[in-house]
T-cell receptor
Framework: AQSVTQPDIHITVSEGASLELRCNYS??????LFWYVQSPGQGLQLLLK??????LVQGIKGFEAEFKRSQSSFNLRKPSVHWSDAAEYFC????????????FGAGTILRVKS | DGGITQSPKYLFRKEGQNVTLSCEQN?????MYWYRQDPGQGLRLIYY???????QKGDIAEGYSVSREKKESFPLTVTSAQKNPTAFYLC???????????FGDGTRLSIL
């Protein structure tokens, strides 16, 4: 069965520090991968996506992610966190072979301390 | 501006009552999705539709129903058979090929 694991439920970082959010997946088909961000009471906003090609993808708000097939991982990174980055982050995996349905991780809540 | 509109933002249901959540999109997307979000569980797929007049059950379809009579609209009915309906409900749509899903701002359903 397809699954996505985000091992960290909560992460706290200091403003200006670097950030890495982990995502591991188990998927039987060629995956495409996404990171979304959600502020409280809001919908999900797409940060970045990977379909093929360069395994390091750039997204909005200074985020990037690296696809590592050998490790089944798609970790999200940001070199310097801003207080406005505090939110919940979701990793998701999908595939055309599975009807474009997405499987989501449980989310990681990011807290930023000043 | 193109986007997805969910209404209402907050909804309250009495015991034994059916309620319908609205989802409208003007992105000209063929596919639409309904998710349920509970704290600590991420998003779980309720129903999805890849084309007008067709829809499929997702992982947690019991107690829910949908229709897709128009491309722009994909309403979700939470029936009285859904025993634990309190949650945040998100609607999404998707364009062709490898395009990502776009999300509405959600509806929070609570029980009176």
């Amino acid at each position: 069965a397809q699954s996505v694991t985000q091992p960290d439920i909560h992460i706290t970082v200091s403003e200006g520090a670097s950030l890495e959010l982990r995502c591991n997946y188990s998927y039987g088909a060629t995956p495409y991968l996404f990171w979304y961000v959600q502020s409280p009471g809001q919908g999900l906003q797409l940060l970045l996506k990977y379909f093929s090609g360069d395994t390091l993808v750039q997204g909005i708000k200074g985020f990037e992610a690296e696809f590592k097939r050998s490790q089944s991982s798609f970790n999200l990174r940001k070199p310097s966190v801003h207080w406005s980055d505090a939110a919940e982050y979701f990793c998701a995996v999908g595939s055309m072979e599975y009807g474009n349905k997405l499987v989501f991780g449980a989310g990681t809540i990011l807290r930023v301390k000043s | 501006d193109g986007g997805i509109t969910q209404s209402p933002k907050y909804l309250f249901r009495k015991e034994g009552q059916n309620v319908t959540l609205s989802c409208e999109q003007n992105l000209n997307h063929d596919a639409m999705y309904w998710y349920r979000q509970d704290p600590g569980q991420g998003l779980r797929l309720i129903y999805y539709s890849q084309i007008v007049n067709d829809f499929q059950k997702g992982d947690i379809a019991e107690g829910y129903s949908v229709s897709r009579e128009k491309k722009e609209s994909f309403p979700l009915t939470v029936t009285s058979a859904q025993k634990n309906p309190t949650a945040f409900y998100l609607c999404a749509s998707k364009g062709q090929g490898s395009q990502p899903q776009h999300f509405g701002d959600g509806t929070r359903l609570s029980i009176l």
